[in-house]
């Protein structure tokens, strides 16, 4: 079975940073993308990077480029999304999900598996 956790959020500071965690069991991250998504209240969801580890490429926003960094560890099956220079615009739930297509894309109905969703708030 496929399975996603995200883990890492908390309450940050402006400026501040924070690591996020994407672990992921029944499957090999190297053979999918993965992607990392945010919603805000009253907003829709949101892409802000992805990562198809086979070959370390990597996508973003534009509103988080430059600031966030994504990575992957294959011992550890697990994706990371490091956040740097937050913004209270950042607040959001973010969610990790899985895609089979092998595509370095945002869109979100490319994903097939969603993990529940870790809290990231920013204060000013």
């Known amino acids: 079975e496929v399975q996603l956790q995200a883990s890492g959020g908390g309450l940050v500071q402006a400026g501040g940073s924070l690591r996020l965690s994407c672990s992921a069991s029944g499957f090999t991250i190297g053979d999918y993308v993965i992607g990392w998504f945010r919603q805000a209240p009253g907003k829709e969801r949101e892409g802000v990077s992805c990562i198809r580890s086979r070959d370390a490429s990597t996508y973003y926003a534009d509103s988080v480029k430059g600031r966030f960094a994504i990575s992957s560890d294959s011992a550890k099956n697990t994706v990371y999304l490091q956040m740097s220079s937050l913004k209270p615009e950042d607040t959001a739930v973010y969610y990790c999900?899985?895609?089979?297509?092998?595509?370095?894309?945002?869109?979100?109905?490319?994903?097939?598996?969603w993990g529940q969703g870790t809290q990231v708030t920013v204060s000013s």
């Open positions: 999900a899985a895609q089979g297509g092998r595509l370095l894309d945002l869109w979100d109905r490319l994903y097939d598996n």
